[in-house]
Structure formats: C-alpha cells, structure tokens
C-alpha cells in the first residue's frame, strides 16, 4: 500500500509539472499598489454572451435566494423572506428594502420580473454556466410585482422545491440597464453586490472595486484582481513569488500542491466542504456493468480510503452516496470494502472468462488520470482488463452519451442545493444524467418517490422519501461514487486576513491587507 501511495503520488505531480510548459509567467497585468491580486483557473466575469457573466464568487451579483453556509438550506439574500400558497403554486416573495444597483438604480419587484423575463430568452449555453428559466422556474405562468418590494410567481403545477431551485445560480439579479433584448448583456453585470466591476479582460483578467453604496457591511479591500491562470503549476509558482496573494474557485490548488505551499510559513489553507462527489459513471446500457452484481462488485472492491490519502492528501472524504455531506438531506452509509465479496459477484457475472472495458477520463486532469491507473490495478482482480483512455471534454461528453464506454471518471455539484436534482437527473428514466452517462438506469419505486417528490410539502414525509431514495443509490449503485471533496484554498497568510474558504469560492468581501 505504501508503494502505491507512492506510485500514484508521483504520476500526478508529473502529471502537474507539465500542465503549464507553454505558461511560464502568470502574467504582467497592472494593478496599483492597494489592489489586492488572486487568482482562479478559469475566467470568473466571461463575456456578455454567456449564460451567466459573473460568478458568484466575484461578489458582483447576489441572488435572490442563497445557500446557508452550514446546512446547504435556502436562506435570505435579496428577498428577505417568503411564502408559500395554493400548495406550491403560488410563492410570494418579500424583497429587500434599501437597495440600490451598482448603476444607482433601486431594486424593486418590477427588476425581478425584468429578470425573468430576460432569462426566459435563453442565450445559447457557454462552456461558464447556462442559463433556463425552464430548469429553474420549471412551470412557470407569471411573475408579477403586487407593490414596489413583493413579487407573485404562479405556477401551473406545485412548485415544491422551488427555493432549492433559485438558490444562487437559479436567481441572480442584475440591473435592467445590462440586459439586452436577445438575452446577452450590455457591457458589464450591474449587480447589487459588495463590488462592481471596473475593467474585464478576458481569459487574462477581471477587476473589482468596492461598492461603497453597498447595502450592507462593506467590503474590506479596496480594490481586487482576479487573474485566470489555467495551470496549476503556474498558480503555485505566482503564490511562491508572490504575484499573487491567493487562489479562489474549486479546483484552486491540487491537494499536493497546497500542502507544499503550507510548509512555507508565509502560507496557509483554507479547507470547507465541497458540493462535488466524484464519481466513476458505469455504462448500464451494456456488459458488464447492465448488471448490477458487477457494479456492487466494483464498489464492494475499492479501498477508497487509500484514493482520499494518495490523491487528496485527506482533503476528501469517502463515500457511497451520490449527495455530498454538504447536501441538505443527506445521510450516511458505512464505506464498506470487501474484496472477497466482490470478487465472487464479478465471478457470478463473468464465470472464468476476463473482459477488456474502456475507462474514460478528463485528460486535462492529472488526479483523475492518476486515480485510474490505480483503479485499473484493482480491477484486474475482478476480470476486467482496463484500456485507460484520457480524452478532451468535448470528445469524451460525446462518447458517454453515445454509450461508447464501460467506466468513466466524473463528478457532480449540487448547483441549487435540492437533491431532488441530483437524484431525478441521475435515477429517473427520463433524467438528463442518466441519458448523458448511458448509466440505462430504471426503478420503478426509485420512479415513483422521485414523483412523490414533486407534490409532498411535509418536511419530514420529504426527509423519509430522500432516505429511501439514498438506500436504493447505494444498494443499486447505478453509479460508484468515490468521495465528496473538501474545498481547498491557499493564501498568503503573512500579508492578508479574512481569507477563508466557503462552498463555493471564499470570503471576498472579508480578504483586506494586514
């Protein structure tokens, strides 16, 4: 064991080391002496065309309804409160008083149906977010303002989870004046939140500047930068010279990486739970794993405590559930490894003969490519000879939905904090994960929990049908999932404070010089 920790831990720093070859700077970007410089691996405020032009993280836009940072729960943000009529069909929402927009206009009811309306246009989606007002407001017949700060939504059918459905991504206000008429935008996003952007350069760039108009507490800094540095190495090379202050988003700094920088005492990490579980998707639709004796075989077979220490350095945590902890709703199962059982179902399944199987994976992931030499390794043991296959997003997004594979390594968020999403996309026969991983996945009582979902309003009914639901998951394992991430960030610890990782990003509005 120890070997193989040793093994996989040098296939991903080699695997990072040549990450950033053609990128060998992070950059010469100008900021004046107060801004303070961060940094993310993608471009955070993309361009007016995208389906959401600046992430939540950026401290840009607010939601109307957020996500508490305990429980996962909805929580106030710009409606102060609401109600819920007619069992779901009508919420009244109760909005915020004192706001104003980053352009000087307030924010009212009629803004909100301005929004919705926006969004029902439905640019084409962008590799950043997409953007359905279907998805989010599924039903919808109207929004209308009933005074200055109270909105009415109404809907055909009840609208249970609706809260869960608007929590930050499903509800980002933004003022009318940057909405324009085909669904893009005007320039940048006028939002309501601790800062505004100044200047946007993308793939390169973004710049913020504190709103001091802000409603609420105001933001510590002055002035921030967020740079996109794709490269991993590159990022940890800036933070060493200190071009940069911090790295911000998930995925900020691989496990080996940050622990590296923590050895330096001007450093230090961040560490909160993640929304993401990874996941090994199994083709249902075809041997072997059309047979669930073969994916309990799989699960039954990995030591996932071992992937959590070799990859994640203990920044993860096993699993056997689809929900990550930070889920509302969620619930434990025991992280079960039992070779001998697994080798007797594969044996079931497959007799004396072995079987060549395809493992997919993101090749512009070194953890993911490392993880499946390791996997490959155990799998040997079940029959299943493995031909590793590291594709570009694109290629591999079309192979999964073509069926054309056995495993493949992903992973999965929980963007509105309902699990109702997670388990009617994955499980329900008509579920766009489902469809999308080929997983050919259909239980008639999974079917009709998932639809008893949509009208039941008991919290505790709801609790009862999300446990049962969770059971069937692990015992049926239409997908074998692997662990849920911790959310990991590093800073420079010596020369900023405030820093600290959230769920989603950190706590921007905190982060100031000390």
């Not at 969004?119 to 407001?137: G, H, I, Q």
């Not at 405590?305 to 699993?319: E, H, K, M, W």
């Not at 993101?362 to 490392?370: E, F, M």
Request: glycine share 6%; proline share 5%; hydrophobic share 40%.
């Amino acid at each position: 064991m120890r070997y193989l920790r040793a093994l996989i831990l040098c296939l991903i720093l080699f695997a990072l080391a040549g990450c950033g070859q053609e990128e060998q700077t992070a950059g010469t970007d100008a900021a004046s002496d107060d801004t303070i410089v961060l940094a993310a691996y993608r471009q955070l405020a993309p361009g007016v065309n995208d389906g959401y032009y600046c992430s939540k993280i950026l401290g840009v836009w607010e939601p109307l309804i957020t996500a508490d940072e305990e429980t996962g729960a909805p929580a106030p943000c710009l409606a102060a409160s609401w109600e819920m009529q007619d069992e779901g069909r009508v919420w009244v929402f109760h909005l915020r008083e004192g706001v104003r927009f980053h352009d000087g206009t307030p924010f009212t009811a009629q803004t909100v149906c301005d929004n919705l309306a926006w969004m029902a246009k439905e640019p084409r989606s962008t590799a950043f977010y997409s953007r359905s007002l279907k998805n989010y407001y599924p039903n919808l017949v109207s929004t209308e303002p009933l005074d200055e700060l109270t909105v009415r939504m109404t809907f055909s059918q009840p609208n249970i989870n609706q809260l869960y459905n608007m929590m930050n991504f499903g509800s980002p206000i933004y003022a009318t004046s940057c909405l324009a008429d085909d669904g893009s935008f005007n320039g940048f996003a006028v939002g309501t939140g601790p800062f505004r952007i100044v200047e946007n350069v993308k793939d390169r760039y973004v710049l913020l500047e504190r709103n001091e108009d802000y409603y609420g507490e105001k933001a510590r800094a002055h002035r921030i930068m967020v740079r996109s540095i794709p490269s991993p190495d590159v990022r940890f090379a800036a933070l060493k010279a200190e071009e940069i202050m911090g790295v911000l988003d998930l995925n900020a700094m691989p496990p080996v990486l940050a622990d590296e920088l923590a050895q330096d005492e001007r450093f230090a990490i961040s560490v909160s739970r993640s929304i993401m579980v990874r996941y090994l998707a199994m083709n249902g639709t075809k041997p072997p794993f059309d047979d669930v004796r073969m994916r309990r075989a799989v699960s039954l077979l990995l030591d996932r405590r071992l992937l959590v220490d070799a990859l994640y350095l203990g920044y993860a945590q096993p699993t056997v559930n689809l929900l990550s902890i930070a889920s509302p709703f969620y619930k434990e199962f025991p992280v079960t490894q039992d070779v001998a059982e697994a080798k007797r179902l594969a044996h079931e399944v497959l007799g004396d003969q072995r079987m060549e199987v395809v493992y997919c994976v993101n090749g512009a992931d070194p953890i993911a490519k490392g993880e499946a030499e390791l996997i490959a390794y155990w799998l040997a043991d079940l029959g299943l000879d493995v031909r590793i296959e590291a594709l570009e997003s694109p290629m591999m997004t079309a192979r999964l939905r073509r069926g054309d594979y056995h495993i493949a390594r992903s992973q999965q968020g929980l963007p509105n904090g309902d699990p109702l999403y997670v388990f009617d996309g994955f499980f329900s026969p008509k579920g766009t994960r489902n469809k999308s991983l080929s997983l050919g996945y259909d239980n008639p009582e999974v079917n009709a929990l998932l639809a008893a979902l949509n009208t039941e309003a008991d919290e505790g009914r709801r609790r009862t049908i999300f446990d049962r639901l969770q059971e069937i998951g692990v015992a049926d394992q239409p997908l074998v999932p692997l662990y849920y991430d911790e959310n990991i960030v590093v800073y420079n610890a010596a020369r900023l404070t405030g820093y600290r990782a959230l769920r989603y990003g950190v706590s921007i509005a905190e982060v100031a010089w000390k």
